[in-house]
């Protein structure tokens, strides 16, 4: 077995350069491919790093937490992750990316014909060719339920071509 301090630190290096670079693009509004995705998912291994440098370096970790500064730190960034749970008046990208989501969802495939300046039909041929039987009259609700991935499925065949 791989001694915890030869896999642990290089995980948590590795880890924090591409949450941090993921994170910056984000920040900007870069988000091609799958930049979101890989900070999302890709962080757990920066978690599963640094739980284990913390357990490899643990006596130097609580030593760091007997100091005034250290005690500081963690307090500040603790109370910081309590008030993220508040929106304070304030909407975010993904609160406003979920309303239109579900916007877009209930109503039927002519309107979203016309929001993609598409032909009822040739929209309903579209999905068709995905393997999403569809009628005019319907909602992307009405064929994919209330699945938020297969509504986006749906959604994507219908916005992305």
Same mark, same amino acid.
Do not use: A, N, S, W
């Given at each position: 077995m791989i001694p915890l301090r030869k896999w642990a630190t290089? @995980?948590? +290096?590795g880890a924090f350069f591409l949450m941090a670079a993921t994170g910056i693009l984000? %920040? %900007?509004h870069i988000d091609r491919g799958i930049i979101s995705g890989a900070h999302e998912w890709l962080s757990w291994l920066f978690l599963i790093g640094v739980a284990g440098h913390v357990i490899a370096n643990f006596r130097p970790f609580t030593n760091c937490l007997k100091s005034r500064w250290g005690r500081t730190s963690v307090s500040f960034f603790? +109370? $910081?992750f309590v008030a993220s749970f508040f929106t304070w008046g304030a909407r975010t990208g993904g609160q406003f990316l979920a309303a239109i989501q579900n916007g877009l969802v209930s109503v039927?495939?002519?309107t979203l014909a016309a929001m993609t300046h598409t032909q009822p039909d040739v929209l309903e041929q579209r999905l068709e060719a995905h393997g999403i039987v569809v009628r005019k009259d319907q909602s992307i609700r009405d064929i994919a339920g209330d699945s938020p991935r297969k509504q986006l499925q749906v959604l994507e065949v $219908? %916005? @992305?071509?």
């Open positions: 290089p @995980l948590t +290096i984000m %920040f %900007f603790g +109370i $910081v039927p495939m002519t $219908v %916005f @992305l071509p």
